[in-house]
């Protein structure tokens, strides 16, 4: 974010939101800003630069942010990071990453939500159920940091003896004409 004082410019500056939701500033010292809106961000700035300055007008403005997003990983076609607009559920999550590969257990897709700093909750969805028309109900709304994991099933895990074998391959392999 960037903190300009109206009468010391000497004090601007642009100072990066730490994980702690503190930010550090010469005119105000270190300032608790994390999930604060920009006009608290400024009475809160103001606040404790009037410890130093008389009647410091501040304005702060965001330069950057870091954009709600959630993570799908294992077998969908095209794994990643997504942003997250809106309310989205569990089954628009994955179709977002190209939907699932052939080697995905689509009765265990698990969801894993942080809950605190040490713990998250970790669900197993069949999406299979999910997905049919009653299950649509009962899709899960994604929130910000979730990941979403999709898990093998044994035919993948097999996949690649199985390409050989689909090949002709095996007998060649095998020394049997």
Do not use: C, W
Request: aromatic share 6%; net charge positive.
């Amino acid at each position: 974010m960037e903190v300009r004082f109206r009468y010391t410019p000497e004090f601007n500056a642009v100072a990066t939101v730490q994980p702690d939701g503190f930010i550090s500033l010469q005119a105000a010292g270190d300032v608790h800003v994390g999930g604060l809106t920009l006009p608290e961000a400024e009475a809160a700035i103001t606040k404790q630069a009037s410890a130093r300055l008389k009647a410091p007008e501040v304005t702060v403005l965001l330069k950057d942010f870091v954009k709600p997003h959630f993570v799908v990983a294992g077998e969908v076609s095209h794994p990643g990071t997504f942003e997250l607009h809106g309310n989205m559920g569990l089954i628009q999550a994955i179709a977002m990453s190209g939907g699932f590969r052939d080697s995905a257990k689509r009765t265990k897709v698990v969801l894993v939500r942080r809950v605190s700093a040490e713990y998250a909750r970790v669900n197993v969805y069949d999406m299979r159920k999910l997905m049919q028309p009653g299950g649509i109900q009962e899709d899960v709304t994604i929130q910000a940091n979730d990941m979403i994991v999709v898990p093998r099933n044994r035919l993948g895990k097999l996949e690649p003896y199985l390409r050989i074998s689909s090949l002709g391959l095996y007998g060649l392999t095998m020394g049997i004409p």
